[in-house]
């Protein structure tokens, strides 16, 4: 077996009741989720429980929950004594990523993108931004359209580039929708509307960024002890202060997902699991090479299957 990666999910893969049972069968779960809800003042464990999905799905709740549960799964991998050569992480994913590479503390962590979730809601005001996912179209192509579709006082921008031909759109509404319709007249194959509630990704979100700042600088950031591929430049991190430098421009600049992926591949890594709900990431790196091994953790079902697998591989 080649290289190790382990990948954690990003906002839109949380649903209400993720890790519960992670929790009824291991004590280092529960400890996690306790600290969260220590470390928060509120009990996060009763919204990503019990929900409503609503109150789950608001983004400075959805951030911390989906770092919880992952970091919760994380812990349990842990003692089957399977690590990584290398961490990444989805947008909100990569502050899972620097939890598992030790450059951050989980309590850091969810006190971080706690704050950096509400500073992404008020960046921009509800309804003034959005997103799309753009199928079926060339990167450099789907740039000129947004460059088109952009002006002075509205903007679009490619926010996610996911995988070949999955790119997502990020900035104003009015700007997204005149991309949208650029895009299929230009060959795209579908445009699809993402329910989100700003613009992620996108020069909207400087104004977070500026104020994240300040939160970082609260928080205590390391050297990492496995590389974490960043999303700003899809390239490996360790350096304490580029990993925080990093993290601020994050916040407007697009995720490199499928340069993420390619680097790991090109770096050696055929086995990728996917640590927290859902499997949109094992997807995509199918996307970009099928011929490697894939698994997702989200319960201990599939804890379980990916630890007899991997120890037979061996």
Known sequence: MGKIAFLFPGQGSQVVGMGKDMIEKHDEAATIFKKADERLGYS???????GPQEMLTRTENAQPALLTTSVAILEVLKKSGITPHYTAGHSLGEYSALVASESLSFEDAVYAVRK????????????????AAVLGM?????????????????VVQLANLNCPGQIVISGNRVAV??????????GAKRVIPLVVSGPFHSSLMKPAASNFSSVLDEISVSEAKVPVIGNVTAKPMTDAEEIKAKLIEQLYSPVRWQETIELLLEE?????????????????????????????????????KTIEKLRGDE
């Open 268 to 304: 050696g890594v055929d086995t990728f699991i996917e640590i927290g709900p859902g499997k949109v990431l094992s997807g995509l790196v199918r996307k970009v090479q099928r011929r490697v091994n894939t698994y997702n953790i989200e319960d201990s079902e599939t804890l379980l």
């Open 116 to 131: 950096r979730g509400e500073l992404m809601e008020e960046a921009v005001p509800a309804g003034i931004g959005t997103m």
């Open 138 to 154: 060339d990167a450099d192509l789907l740039r000129e359209v947004t460059e088109e579709a952009s002006n002075s006082d509205e």
């Open 44 to 50: 996060l464990t009763e919204i990503i429980f019990d």
């Open 177 to 186: 929708e005149r991309a949208a319709e650029l895009a299929k007249e230009k």
